[in-house]
RNA sequence: GCCGGUGUGGCGAAAUGGCAGACGCACAGGACUUAAAAUCCUGGGACCAUAAAAAGUCGUGUGGGUUCGAGUCCCACCACCGGCACCA
C-alpha cells in the first residue's frame, strides 16, 4: 500500500518535473522551494544541470526482465542523489519502438504495428512505473511517434544536404561545394553533388538475409549470419542509401581521449574503427597495352619495408583492372574463379578461410624498388573493400600471403633478420632488422619503413597514408515498420533516375496504409505495396526503403531537452543549458548506463551523428555521452544467461508481488558492482527484504500496525491510504540531541554512502546502511534529526518506505515545516565526530600478525615502537633475534623486523 | 590468432601496498512459541591440536620476483567471459 500511494503522490506533483530555462516553475513544486526559483528562469538562473540517461528500452512483448531494471535503479539512485545534493536532474524515459518483432505479427496477423507497439509500450509503462523510478514522464518519447520521427527524417535531410569537406575538416552544407573544372552541365553537377553526400546511394554488393527479407549493416552480421535471428546472410548487389560515416573516422578515434568510458569499450569502438597506418605503393604492369597513365596496380602495405620481399601480387577478384590484365591463356580460368568467388556466401566465405584459393592472371607486375617482374594473382583472400582491393605479397612475412605462397608454390625471399637468432624468419611478422634490401640494408624495421616511404614518395612511386577498417554504414532497410526516406526518385530528359530530397515543410512523411506488410512478390519493399502512395501526381515514385531501427536512437536524448518542441529538434538554449559545459557540469549527457550490446553499434552511430550535428551548429558539443558505463548481464539462478529456451527468465512483476519495489532495488544493487556479470538468486532478495522490515520495525510501533493491519483486512478500499495514519511511531523515537556515539554511527554512514555513491558502488552503500541500523537498534532512544538524516541516505534506494517514514517523523519535528524528502539537502558528514581517542594498531614481526594493541590515537612513533617491542605476544618472537629495524606507522601498524 | 576483462569461503561479495573474507545468502546451535512462521542472539576459510579451548601452520587460479610487508605492484603461465578476426 506504501508503494502506489507514494507512485500516486509523486505523479499527482509531477514531482520529478525538470524544468527547462524559460519554462514556468509552479511556486508550489517543491523544486521552487528548494532553489528558491519559480516562474520563468533563465538557465542561468537555473541550478546546475545534471543529465542522467538509460538506454531506451524495445518494448517488446515479453515485458521486462530483470536485467532492465538494473541499470535504470542504478540511474534512479543516482538521479535521486543528484537531486538532493542540488542539482537540476534531467533523468527521462522512452521508447526505442521501431522494430522487426511488431512487424512480423503485422504479416502473420494484419495487425497494425503500431496497435502492437502501443500494447507493449503500455505494458513496459506499467512495469517500470511500479519501481518507483523518478523519470520525469512529461518528456516521454516513442520513435515511432509522428512527432518525433518527424525530426529523425529532418537530420536525414541535413545529412543528405551536407558533404564532408577535407579542408575544413568538417561537414559542411552542400551548397559550399565546388565542382571540378569539367563538372559543367546540370546532369554531371548533380552526380558529382550526389557522390559527396553525408547521405549517399550506391549499388555495391550488400548483406541480403533472405529470411529477413531485407539487408542488414556490416556490425550486424556476425559469422555471415544475421545478428537477429541467425539466420544465413548472402552477398547481392542493390541500391541501397548508405551515410558517409567513415569520413568521421579519425574524429570518432580521437575524440574517444575527451570522453570517460570504459578502456575496454573505447578499445572496441577502436576495433572497429580500425586505423593503420602505412604506404600506397603502385607498381607498374609489365608489358602491358593500357595507357602508361593507367598500367598499374596501387597497394596499400603496412610493411614498405618488406618491399624488397615482395614476390607477387594478388589483386581481391572484384579488382577492376582485373578483365584487363588477364591474358586469353587465363581468361577462362580468371572467369571462372570471379564467378566462383561472388557466389560465395559470406558464411561460405569464412567456413573456406581456412584454404587459400586463388587463380594466376597471366599478367606480371615490376617490383619498384628492384624492377623484378612477379606474377599478379586474383584471390578471395584479398578484399575488394579494403585499402585498393589490391595487395604485395611478401610471403616471407606475412602469414596469409606465406600459406598462398605455399600452398602454390610462389617464391619466399627473406627480406626480415628476428631479433633472436632462434627464431625462424620463414613467416615472421614482427618487427626486426631489414636484410636483402638494398638501401635499407641493416634498419631496424620502424626506421627501414621511413627511409623507403619517403624514397617512393621522392620518386613519385607512392606514399604514406592511413586506412580505416570502418566501413560506411549501410542505411537503408526492406521493411515497413521504419521512417520512410523523404527522398524521391525522378528520370531526367535522358531517361536517367535521380533522386531529390522532400523540402522539411513536407515533413512528417508518413508510411502508407497496408492490408499487406510482405515484400512484393518481385522483392520489392512492403512499401512499394501502397501503389497511390509511391506514384506522385508528377510522375515521380517515392523512395521504398526505410530507415534502420538505429536511426531513431542515433539522437533521442537530444529530443528528450525539449521534447514538446514543434519548431525544432531541440531548441538552442535549452540544449545548451542541458548539454553545456561549467565549472561544475561535464559538456554533454553527465552518464548515460546501458547494456555492452551496443557498443559499436548504437555508440558509434550516435556519436557520427551528433558530430554532423555539431558542425552544422546544430549542438553545442562534439560528443554526446560524457561518461558512459555497462551494467553487467544478470544471469539465471543457475548461472546461464537468462533465457526463454532454459528457463531461467525471473519476472519483476513476481519479485514485486512477494517483496515490493524497493526490496528489489535494494537487491538489484546490492548483488555486486553494478559493471559485472552476477547471477540471480531470489534468496537474496529476502535478506534485503529483512533489512528492510528491521528499518520498519526501528521506526515504527508494533501495536499500532496490528491495529493497521486489522483495519486494512476489514477495508474495502483497499487504495484507502488513509489507513497508513492508523501506524504510529515508535516511543522510543524523540526529538532529543544525539549523543556522540550515536553521531558517530550517523556520520561513519554519510561519509560511506556518499562515497560509495560519488563512485558507484552501490552495493557497499547499502551494506554501510545495514551496519548503521544493526547499530541503532541497540540504542534506547532514537534521536529524530539521526532517523531523519538516514532516512535521507535510503531514500535514493528505497524511495517508497523512506518517504513514509520521513512524512510520519516530520509530524514529531517541533516547529519544522515539512521538507519533501527527494529535494531534502544531502546530509553532509562531519569528520571532527568520527575521530577515536584510543585506537587499535596491529603489531607484526617480520610481517606476520602477533598482536593488536590498544592506543590512544596520539601516541607518537617513539612510544608506539616501545610498546611493541615489550608486548608479552610479541616477545617470543624476538627470542633469540636481533631486531634489526622497526618500522612505525603512526595511527596505522608497527612491523618488526627481526633476524 | 589478436585485443580487453575476470579469477578471494558452500554461494553473491568486501578490502588508499598495512589485522584477508566487511555486508548478505545458505548452514548450524540457541531464545521466544503448545507448535510453526516471523523475529532476536550466537557460530563459522582450511589444516593441526583438544574433552573443549588457547597456541600454531597454511590460505586470494599456478610459478617466480620487488618490498619490512603483496589479494593489491612486476614477469611468465593456466582457466573462464566478452569483442574482433583473411582488414594487407
Request: proline share 6%.
Amino acid at each position: 500500500m506504501i508503494e502506489p500511494k507514494w507512485q500516486t503522490a509523486w505523479d499527482q506533483q509531477q514531482a520529478f518535473r525538470a524544468f527547462n530555462p524559460g519554462e514556468e516553475i509552479p511556486a508550489s513544486h517543491p523544486f521552487a522551494a528548494r532553489h528558491g526559483v519559480a516562474g520563468a528562469v533563465t538557465a542561468a538562473q537555473l541550478p546546475p544541470k545534471f543529465y542522467i540517461l538509460d538506454m531506451f528500452p524495445y518494448p517488446s512483448g515479453a515485458g521486462l526482465h530483470v536485467g532492465h531494471p538494473e541499470g535504470y535503479t542504478a540511474t534512479d539512485i543516482l538521479a535521486r542523489y543528484q537531486r538532493a545534493q542540488g542539482r537540476n536532474v534531467l533523468h527521462p524515459m522512452g521508447w526505442d519502438a521501431f522494430g522487426l518483432p511488431a512487424e512480423q505479427y503485422a504479416v502473420k496477423t494484419g495487425q497494425h504495428p503500431r496497435v502492437t507497439t502501443e500494447t507493449n509500450i503500455a505494458n513496459f509503462t506499467r512495469q517500470i512505473k511500479s519501481l518507483g523510478f523518478s523519470y520525469d514522464w512529461s518528456r516521454e518519447i516513442a520513435t515511432t511517434d509522428v512527432e518525433y520521427f518527424k525530426w529523425t527524417q529532418w537530420i536525414f535531410l541535413k545529412l543528405y544536404n551536407a558533404w564532408f569537406n577535407p579542408e575544413t575538416n568538417r561537414a559542411e552544407a552542400i551548397e559550399t561545394l565546388k565542382y571540378p573544372a569539367d563538372c559543367i552541365t546540370e546532369a554531371q553537377q548533380r552526380a558529382y553533388r550526389d557522390a559527396k553526400r553525408l547521405a549517399y546511394v550506391s549499388e555495391a554488393p550488400v548483406n541480403w538475409c533472405p529470411e529477413l527479407g531485407t539487408v542488414l549493416a556490416n556490425e550486424e552480421v556476425i559469422d555471415g549470419k544475421s545478428e537477429v535471428g541467425g539466420f544465413p546472410v548472402i552477398r547481392k548487389p542493390m541500391r541501397q542509401w548508405m551515410l558517409r560515416i567513415t569520413a568521421y573516422a579519425e574524429k570518432l578515434l580521437a575524440d574517444l581521449d575527451t570522453i570517460d568510458w570504459s578502456d575496454s569499450l573505447k578499445e572496441m569502438q577502436r576495433n572497429w574503427i580500425g586505423r593503420s597506418e602505412g604506404a600506397e605503393v603502385d607498381f607498374q604492369i609489365a608489358n602491358c597495352q593500357l595507357p602508361i597513365a593507367e598500367a598499374k596496380i596501387r597497394v596499400f602495405t603496412t610493411r614498405p619495408d618488406t618491399l624488397f620481399g615482395a614476390t607477387y601480387m594478388v589483386l581481391s577478384p572484384e579488382h577492376k583492372l582485373v578483365p584487363q590484365i588477364t591474358t586469353a591463356a587465363q581468361k577462362e580460368a580468371v572467369e571462372a574463379y570471379k564467378n566462383f568467388a561472388a557466389t560465395k556466401s559470406d558464411l561460405e566465405r569464412t567456413e573456406l578461410a581456412k584454404e587459400k584459393s586463388g587463380v594466376f592472371t597471366g599478367a606480371y607486375a615490376i617490383n619498384p624498388v628492384n624492377g623484378e617482374q612477379i606474377p599478379i594473382w586474383i584471390a578471395d583472400y584479398v578484399l575488394a573493400s579494403y585499402g585498393t582491393g589490391a595487395i604485395m605479397a611478401v610471403p616471407a612475412h606475412d602469414t596469409r600471403d606465406f600459406e598462398f605462397a605455399q600452398k602454390f608454390n610462389l617464391p619466399v625471399v627473406q627480406v626480415v633478420q628476428p631479433p633472436n637468432g632462434q627464431t625462424a624468419w620463414q613467416g615472421f611478422t614482427d618487427d626486426g632488422v631489414a636484410v636483402n634490401s638494398g638501401f635499407i640494408n641493416g634498419l631496424p624495421t620502424p626506421e627501414a619503413k621511413k627511409k623507403i616511404t619517403a624514397w617512393l614518395a621522392e620518386k613519385g612511386l607512392g606514399h604514406k597514408t592511413v586506412n580505416y577498417k570502418l566501413r560506411d554504414w549501410l542505411f537503408s532497410r526492406q521493411r515497413y515498420w521504419g521512417e520512410p526516406f523523404p527522398i524521391i526518385w525522378k528520370k531526367d530528359a535522358a531517361g536517367n533516375l535521380y533522386h531529390e530530397a522532400l523540402p522539411e515543410s513536407a515533413l512528417p512523411l508518413l508510411p502508407p496504409t497496408l492490408e499487406d506488410y510482405k515484400p512484393t512478390a518481385d522483392g520489392q519493399p512492403p512499401l512499394a505495396r501502397a501503389t497511390d502512395w509511391l506514384h506522385l501526381p508528377d510522375g515521380s515514385l517515392r523512395e521504398t526503403n526505410t530507415m534502420p531501427q538505429w536511426a531513431g536512437s542515433c539522437w533521442y536524448y537530444l529530443r528528450y531537452l525539449d521534447a514538446r518542441n514543434t519548431d525544432a529538434f531541440v531548441g538552442k538554449e535549452v540544449e545548451g543549458y542541458w548539454m553545456g559545459k561549467s565549472e561544475v557540469t561535464k559538456p554533454g549527457v553527465d552518464l548515460y548506463v546501458g547494456g555492452t550490446e551496443h557498443a559499436v553499434l548504437h555508440l558509434l552511430y550516435a556519436r557520427f551523428w551528433h558530430k554532423v550535428l555539431f558542425d552544422l551548429g546544430q549542438v553545442s558539443t562534439a560528443e554526446p555521452f560524457y561518461k558512459l558505463v555497462n551494467q553487467g548481464l544478470i544471469l539465471g539462478e543457475d548461472g546461464q544467461k537468462m533465457s526463454k529456451s532454459r528457463g531461467n527468465v525471473v519476472n519483476p512483476d513476481d519479485i514485486l508481488v512477494e517483496y515490493g519495489a524497493d526490496a528489489f532495488r535494494l537487491y538489484e544493487m546490492f548483488m555486486g558492482p553494478l559493471q559485472d556479470s552476477k547471477p540471480w538468486n531470489t534468496k537474496g532478495v529476502e535478506g534485503v527484504y529483512r533489512f528492510l522490515g528491521r528499518v520498519w520495525r526501528l521506526f515504527v510501533d508494533e501495536t499500532s500496525e496490528t491495529e493497521f493491519e486489522q483495519a486494512e483486512t476489514t477495508a474495502t478500499d483497499k487504495a484507502n491510504f488513509k489507513l497508513l495514519a492508523l501506524i504510529a511511531l515508535n516511543a522510543s523515537i524523540k526529538d532529543v540531541p544525539a549523543t556522540p556515539a550515536q553521531l558517530k554511527a550517523l556520520h561513519t554512514c554519510i561519509k560511506k554512502v556518499t562515497e560509495d555513491l560519488d563512485a558507484m558502488r552501490f552495493n557497499t552503500a547499502i551494506s554501510a546502511m545495514m551496519v548503521f541500523i544493526s547499530e541503532a537498534m541497540k540504542w534506547e532512544t532514537q534521536p529524530v534529526s539521526v532517523l531523519a538524516a538516514f532516512l535521507q541516505l535510503l531514500q535514493p534506494f528505497a524511495p517508497h518506505l523512506a518517504e513514509e517514514l520521513w512524512s510520519k517523523l516530520q509530524a514529531l519535528k517541533a516547529g519544522a515545516p515539512a521538507t519533501s524528502l527527494p529535494y531534502a539537502a544531502w546530509p553532509k558528514y562531519d569528520a571532527a565526530l568520527l575521530v577515536e581517542d584510543v585506537i587499535e594498531i596491529p603489531v607484526q614481526v617480520n610481517g606476520k600478525l602477533r598482536d593488536v594493541i590498544k592506543v590512544a590515537l596520539t601516541a607518537t612513533a617513539a612510544e608506539l615502537e616501545a610498546l611493541a617491542l615489550k608486548n608479552e605476544n610479541v616477545q617470543p618472537y624476538l627470542a633469540g633475534k636481533n631486531v634489526k629495524k622497526v618500522i612505525v606507522l603512526p595511527k596505522k601498524l608497527v612491523n618488526i623486523v627481526a633476524v
